[in-house]
């Protein structure tokens, strides 16, 4: 089954005759051409939708709110009056807002349908995530307008497509309700004119023709039973009739002439990205160090990394690696924390420490005004999850230290040798972050949003640093 064809009949203003363009449209397509499946849904909560197209009096078993949260598009129509298929309206989309941070969504959903023909979305008079998916997702952007203010707020939609580098072919501006018993003098005799002048003025695609304000059409949607009747079988006498099949025959030859759908550019871009991610994951992967940066463990393997507790980097990304989480405890409470007892994993101090690093960033840097060889110092930062430091602790490097019978190497020096000293055997300008991470899944911090917070939040705290 070919991809389908995504109609969006959008408007950040209401009055302008959305709803009536939508599902009269869907019904004109359907009468046109028997075999083409129509599909219609609206993203608002009036249920015109409903009250038109329902044949049943059973509840429905899913709703517009489900395609965004998982629901199969095809599982969710239901057909309805006319030969239109529509899925029931929902007055939860509100609720689901907070949750949608992406126009995206309603594309992956509408990809799955193999129902094919042509899918109209009405949407809400205001330019909501949920209208934004819906332009996202569209092949034509039908825009009604009726006015002056109407055509104003036109450029919202515009500047949106500018902002998701979407093309303006897409758009088509619709004068709706106009009021054919108003001329003026002068060259643009009447509104349509008008209006058309204006957008065209702006830089706006037109589609051909308008659709009249009608008294006729507007008590289509008003009687005691509270059904809504179509254009086409109870307003045939009235120009909007002609009007609304003239728009119909232009959406259905832009369905034909248009090959490449909308929704295959996505899947296509989607691959793309995907495409570079793993890329950029691989890249990342290869350049880790293959050895605990403490106790030169091997975690790196070709074929998976062995449970790690931190990911360690410099500033200057010239080393990246995994600390045993052991490893790193031990030097924390050690060199840092003062313990003068040995801390053991199964300790509460540990748990509460483990507790605390996952909400933390730690960051190792030369001690501030401190260049000479013999008196270096180390600075110990904790920072919080927004780049905010925590705290801060300075301690002196010795390479040997006294222990109980003899001399003994610092534990600090092989995680400094591999990350911060430089040549000489002096701490360089770098800092390095260690990050608690997913024992199960330690590569994790390599994926792109997640090495994205992690490179955003070393920049702020590299301005926080002396």
Not at 73 to 88: A, K, N, R, S, W
Not at 241 to 257: K, N, P, T
Request: aromatic residues 10%; contains cysteine.
């Amino acid at each position: 089954m070919s991809t389908p064809y995504i109609v969006t009949i959008a408007s950040d203003k209401g009055g302008v005759g959305k709803t009536t363009l939508a599902t009269n449209l869907a019904i004109y397509l359907k009468a046109m051409h028997e075999d083409l499946p129509v599909t219609l849904f609206s993203l608002d909560n009036h249920f015109s939708v409903d009250r038109m197209f329902r044949l049943s009096q059973e509840d429905s078993s899913g709703t517009v709110a489900d395609l965004f949260t998982g629901g199969r598009f095809d599982d969710l129509m239901e057909t309805g009056e006319y030969g239109v298929q529509f899925i029931p309206s929902s007055n939860q989309l509100l609720e689901l807002r907070p949750d949608i941070d992406h126009p995206a969504l309603l594309s992956k959903a509408l990809r799955r349908s193999k129902s094919g023909g042509i899918i109209i979305i009405d949407t809400r008079p205001d330019l909501d995530v949920f209208t934004q998916n819906a332009l996202f997702a569209a092949d034509r952007v039908i825009i009604p307008v009726k006015d002056a203010p109407s055509l104003e707020n036109c450029r919202h939609i515009y500047d949106f497509f500018d902002k998701h580098n979407l093309s303006r072919r897409a758009l088509r501006i619709l004068p709706c309700l106009i009021d054919g018993r108003i001329h003026f003098d002068g060259p643009f005799r009447d509104p349509y004119q008008l209006l058309k002048a204006y957008a065209l003025n702006r830089g706006y695609r037109c589609l051909e023709g308008y659709i009249a304000k009608s008294p006729k059409v507007e008590s289509l949607n008003t009687n005691p039973e509270g059904k809504i009747y179509p254009v086409l079988t109870h307003g045939r006498q009235t120009d909007v009739h002609v009007q609304l099949a003239h728009v119909a025959r232009q959406v259905y030859l832009d369905s034909i002439e248009k090959q490449q759908r909308r929704l295959d550019d996505i899947r296509q871009e989607e691959a793309h990205s995907q495409e570079v991610h793993q890329t950029a994951f691989l890249k990342r992967r290869r350049k880790l160090s293959p050895s605990c940066l403490v106790c030169d463990h091997t975690l790196v393997h070709d074929d998976r990394i062995d449970p790690a507790g931190y990911f360690a980097m410099t500033s200057d990304g010239e080393v990246i690696g995994y600390l045993e989480e052991e490893c790193f405890a031990k030097l924390i409470f050690r060199y840092f924390y003062g313990s003068r007892r040995s801390v053991e994993p199964n300790d509460p101090i540990w748990d509460l420490f483990r507790e605390t690093a996952q909400r933390s960033y730690f960051v190792l840097h030369r001690a501030p005004h401190t260049r000479n060889f013999y008196q270096q110092q180390l600075s110990f930062y904790r920072f919080d999850e927004t780049g905010l430091e925590v705290s801060h602790k300075i301690v002196e490097l010795h390479e040997f230290e006294k222990r109980l019978l003899s001399k003994e190497r610092s534990d600090l020096f092989p995680l400094l040798e591999r990350t911060l000293f430089d040549n000489e055997g002096r701490l360089s300008d770098t800092f390095l972050v260690l990050r608690k991470v997913s024992t199960d899944l330690p590569e994790e911090i390599l994926f792109d949003q997640s090495f994205n917070d992690l490179t955003d939040c070393m920049a702020r705290i590299r301005k926080q640093l002396p």
